[in-house]
């Protein structure tokens, strides 16, 4: 729980700077050289943060491999499928990867609906980052006396209950602020994901596991966009809040289900 917690406010910190420097140099950057100046500044930032990260990764050592005993038979990834307690994962993550998802793709729309300027915008965004990367920074340090399932099952619940409420809210600061909590709710899950995961599979299938996940979520990042844009043109923005919430909050009891199947943290001294 702790080093997934540790390893979660990377994406959590890259959340912040993306949308926030994007939001910053799309208002400002070349403001007098045309309307288009902005975004290629942006998108010039955005080129070299890859380019970074290669750099820095260039000297990393892998660990050697954990090999599974021979028995005779070829085990496959799919084969994970047909544990009750990983399908479950599986749908758990997927929902709320979805709520991120619909939370990066509407809020600009919803922004952009109030009249904000992509400054305003980017900020609201990063505020939900920042939210995310300090309830990771916490989780490590009271790790021991959490419970995987509790934890994802209280972030379904509050996420819905967010989801009601972020349509109706009328200005930058209360938007901000739901942004905010929402942020709490959504960045305590990856870590408690992650462990149950790899409480709930053999160590020498653990990458199987992880390929799985990481597939079902950036399948999810494809279609799951497509069908928000479609949802909202027949719905409207409030009406896609509302239906996502009420399927995340529907899926907790999937989540609850989930507290048997990792055993519980051990009693702390």
Known sequence: ??????????????????????GLLIDHAGAQAGATMGFRAAFAL????????????????????????EDGTRARAWDLLAEPGFRRLLIVNWLLSSCWDVHTFVVPLLGHERGLSASVIGSIL????IAAAVIRVLMPLVADRLRESTVVTGAMVATALLFAVYPLLPTAV??????????????????????????????????????????AINGSSVVMPLLF???????????????VGATVG??????WRLRGEAPAPPPHP
Request: charged share 5%; net charge positive.
């Open 250 to 255: 529907l899926g907790a009891r999937v989540a």
């Open 126 to 129: 990063g505020a939900f980052a």
């Open 229 to 243: 844009g479609t949802a909202s043109a027949l719905v409207g923005l409030s009406g896609l809040f509302w239906a």
């Open 174 to 215: 209360t938007l901000g602020a739901c942004s905010v909590l929402l942020g709490f709710a959504l960045g305590s899950v990856q870590p408690m994901i992650m462990s149950m995961l790899h409480q709930l599979t053999p160590a020498h299938r653990h990458g199987e596991a992880l390929g799985l996940r990481l597939m």
């Open 46 to 69: 955005m080129a070299v943060l890859p380019l970074a990260t290669w750099f820095w990764v260039r000297g990393t050592q892998e660990m050697p491999p954990v090999v599974a005993a």
């Open 1 to 22: 729980r702790q080093v997934f917690s540790w390893l979660a406010i990377g994406p959590a910190v890259s959340n912040f700077v993306g949308p926030f420097c994007a």
